[in-house]
């Protein structure tokens, strides 16, 4: 069983919204509390790279091509991280991958792919 199960990805047209989640269905729930969380995206041929990030504390960091539409959020009780995607263009097309970091530990998801194309 893996350690994060992504769903949500799909194709969308531009201008549309997705939700992503990702799940930690084998981390307890102290750890997954004290756990910061993330977004990375790898386009074809790109690095992978972050996207947004949570820490425990709920601080959030975006980066700068998706500031303002998309929203980071997690749900500890559920050991669940969210990213809310709205106003997606065809440059956010890629694989994205949730990360969770804890002692210095990455545990990364397998992907979900979201493809924005009309």
């Known amino acids: 069983q893996r350690q994060l199960v992504e769903s949500g990805g799909g194709l969308v047209q531009p201008g549309g919204s997705l939700r992503l989640s990702c799940k930690s269905p084998?981390?307890?729930?102290?750890?997954?509390?004290?756990?910061?969380l993330g977004w990375y995206r790898q386009a074809p041929g790109k690095e992978r790279d972050l996207v947004a990030s949570?820490?425990?504390?709920?601080?959030?960091n975006y980066a700068p091509s998706v500031k303002g539409r998309f929203t980071i959020s997690r749900d500890n009780s559920k050991r669940t991280v969210f990213l809310q995607m709205n106003g997606l263009a065809p440059d956010d097309t890629a694989v994205y991958f949730c990360?969770?970091?804890?002692?210095?530990?990455?545990?990364w998801g397998q992907g979900t792919q979201v493809t924005v194309s009309s």
């Open positions: 990360n969770r970091n804890s002692s210095g530990q990455d545990y």
């Open positions: 084998r981390t307890i729930l102290s750890v997954f509390s004290i756990s910061n």
């Open positions: 949570i820490t425990n504390t709920g601080t959030t």
